[in-house]
């Protein structure tokens, strides 16, 4: 058998053991297996490289940043954006990927009006962010980071003494784990009473399938979508490097 898997802490409400074991059912796709590694430190990875003898593996919160100085190469992309969430075990090496920035960029597109002229706030620094930012980047849409430290850009505080920042910037996107299930009456602390019909609100976070960050949104009028979608296509450009 060929092992999959992901690496983070925790793992108890991942997606991705879920969503490749049914890949594998559907497609009668034999000789792989995808198991869940929850690592409490980053520095048990290559003890667990030893026992396990992966083919590729997948890195979620909080190791997307933290693997990079485990691997043996990075992608260019996974270079640029700093961080690495597929790693492909070949001829005795391991090469970091980012395929987060591929699935978050084909998930905005459906969300957004073509023709949309307008900035973008992302809330949370952690690896996600960065893949998020470098999006944008290609996208041509001017962001910010948004987090408790003025240093990385603007913070909460800020934006609930200057609301207009909020009129300012129609595009919002949750990187943060704020609202994940079992906590899911958690959201970011923004003033969403000035958030309008003309905003798009992109939450990375999953399950449940609507957030607090997305109902509050909606109670305004916004557009709104999670992760899901930017899920499958980072997983299924996750499975096309493992088997290239």
């Known amino acids: 058998m060929k092992a999959l898997g992901l690496i983070g802490y925790p793992l108890k409400h991942s997606f ?3 969503y490749f074991t049914e ?3 559907k497609e009668s796709i034999k000789g792989f297996s995808y198991e869940l590694f929850p690592l409490e430190n980053i520095a048990s990875f290559p003890e667990l490289c030893k026992a396990q003898n992966p083919m590729g593996l997948n890195v979620t919160i909080p190791y997307k940043e933290k693997i990079i100085p485990y691997l043996d190469e990075l992608d260019s992309y996974a270079r640029k954006i700093g961080a690495v969430n597929v790693i492909k075990f070949q001829n005795g090496k391991t090469i970091g990927y980012n395929t987060d920035c591929h699935g978050f960029k084909v998930s905005l597109q459906k969300l957004l009006p073509q023709a949309i002229k307008s900035n973008a706030l992302i809330l949370g620094t952690g ?3 960065k893949a998020v930012k470098f999006a944008l980047d290609e996208m041509k849409i001017p962001s910010k980071f948004v987090s408790r430290h ?3 850009g603007l913070t909460y505080e800020e ?3 200057v609301p207009e920042i909020l009129r300012e910037n129609r595009i919002i996107i949750n990187t943060t784990p704020l ?3 079992p906590e899911i009456e958690n959201k970011p602390d923004i003033p969403y009473e000035y958030l309008s019909t003309n905003h798009f609100l992109h939450d990375l976070v999953y399950n449940p399938e609507e957030t607090s960050f997305m ?3 909606k109670m305004q009028g916004a557009k709104v979508k999670n992760g899901y979608e930017m899920l499958v296509e980072q997983a299924e450009k996750a499975w096309e490097i493992w088997n290239s």
Request: hydrophobic share 30%.
């Open 150 to 152: 003025a240093e990385k």
């Open 16 to 18: 991705s053991k879920s």
């Open 127 to 129: 690896g996600a962010s």
């Open 179 to 181: 609202g994940t299930f």
């Open 215 to 217: 109902k509050a949104g």
């Open 23 to 25: 890949k594998f059912r």
């Open 159 to 161: 934006i609930r003494k």
